[in-house]
């Protein structure tokens, strides 16, 4: 079992910057697929940034040059940078993790942007 807990999420106008958090209840240094995930009210959730194959990122596209996933190992933690933050970033924000022999997602942490 692994549990995942995002931090980090809040009210900012257009332009602006968040920084999210995820820890892990367990170590991350073995995982190699782990990443944030976005849901609007009535869509799908979609991929945001995430680790594929431990230090390889990959990227959305509405996302690319504004947001950056990164990690620290030693603090179970997985980060995502947020700027140049723009109204239709507007979502819940999931964490997601592959291993451990299943899937875990965070309840979730909610970023509102203003125009």
């Known amino acids: 079992q692994v549990q995942l807990v995002e931090s980090g999420g809040g009210l900012v106008q257009a332009g602006g910057s968040l920084r999210l958090s995820c820890v892990a209840s367990?170590?991350?240094?073995?995982?190699?697929?782990m990443g944030w995930y976005r849901q609007i009210p009535g869509r799908q959730r979609e991929l945001v940034a995430g680790f594929t194959r431990g230090s390889y990122t990959s990227y959305a596209d509405s996302v690319k040059g504004r947001f950056t996933i990164s990690r620290d190992n030693a603090k179970n933690t997985v980060y995502l940078q947020m700027n140049n933050l723009k109204p239709e970033d507007t979502a819940v924000y999931y964490c997601?993790?592959?291993?451990?022999?299943?899937?875990?997602w965070g309840s979730g942490t909610q970023v509102t942007i203003s125009s």
């Open positions: 997601k993790l592959v291993g451990f022999g299943s899937t875990y």
């Open positions: 367990r170590s991350i240094s073995s995982i190699n697929v």
